[in-house]
Nanobody, 122 residues
Framework: QVQLVESGGGLVQAGGSLSLSCAAS????????LGWYRQAPGKQRELVAK???????TYASSVEGRFTISRDNAKNMVYLQMNSLKPEDTAVYYC????????????????WGQGTQVTVSS
């Protein structure tokens, strides 16, 4: 079993910054990719940013230039630095991992954290 635990959400004024962290633990042979998704009330969950084990990154156009994703492979952690926050960034932010639990699993499985609330006031 693989667990992902997010931390670092909260309330911030527009223009401010927040940093999110996500720790992966459990049965982990390798982590193919880690990412951050968000879901605002009444909206579908959407990709915010993701990073592969090789360090390649992908960002949603709405956050590019403001958010930075990074990871610590040794600690199985992923981070999201969010700057110049806007009210429309308000959402529950989820960490997702594409993980091979053991050597015998040829492909990765998706695992999700429980989410952390980010609220940006205007």
């Amino acid at each position: 079993q693989v667990q992902l635990v997010e931390s670092g959400g909260g309330l911030v004024q527009a223009g401010g910054s927040l940093s999110l962290s996500c720790a992966a633990s459990g049965s982990i042979f390798s982590i193919i990719a880690l990412g951050w998704y968000r879901q605002a009330p009444g909206k579908q969950r959407e990709l915010v940013a993701k990073i592969t084990n090789g360090g390649s990154t992908t960002y949603a156009s709405s956050v590019e230039g403001r958010f930075t994703i990074s990871r610590d492979n040794a600690k199985n952690m992923v981070y999201l630095q969010m700057n110049s926050l806007k009210p429309e960034d308000t959402a529950v932010y989820y960490c997702k991992g594409d993980v091979r639990p053991t050597y015998y699993h040829r492909f990765g499985y998706e695992y999700w954290g429980q989410g952390t609330q980010v609220t940006v006031s205007s």
